[in-house]
Nanobody, 115 residues
Framework: VQLQASGGGLVQAGGSLRLSCVASGFIYSRDVMGWYRQAPGKQRELVGRILNGGNTVYDDSVKGRFTISRDNTKNTVYLQMNSLNQEDTGVYYC??????????WGQGTQVTVSS
């Protein structure tokens, strides 16, 4: 499975972006899809995940601002990011966790938030 992330770019603080991640293979309802990010000089960290049944989990830093959704018919997961601030700058990666254990990463898309 290959994951293709898109939608990143340069945005002013307070603005919004919507990231998309399309999987080349079928996404099953029991698979977990997630978004991670890596800021310069920092480790990759979890932004949020969408679980079986549509339940979502977010890092505290993005709660209330970011929303993850998925469309299994399009093999796609989205990350709607609102009220962006400079601390949200980084490379955003999508990740697919198959219910049977395989893990796949997308190539990353750059998000840069200017002041």
């Amino acid at each position: 499975v290959q994951l293709q992330a898109s939608g990143g770019g340069l945005v002013q603080a307070g603005g919004s972006l919507r990231l998309s991640c399309v999987a080349s293979g079928f996404i099953y309802s029991r698979d977990v899809m997630g978004w991670y990010r890596q800021a310069p000089g920092k480790q990759r960290e979890l932004v949020g995940r969408i679980l079986n049944g549509g339940n979502t989990v977010y890092d505290d830093s993005v709660k209330g601002r970011f929303t993850i959704s998925r469309d299994n018919t399009k093999n796609t997961v989205y990350l709607q990011m609102n009220s962006l601030n400079q601390e949200d700058t980084g490379v955003y990666y999508c990740r697919l966790d198959r219910s049977w254990g395989n893990v796949y990463w997308g190539q990353g898309t750059q998000v840069t938030v200017s002041s």
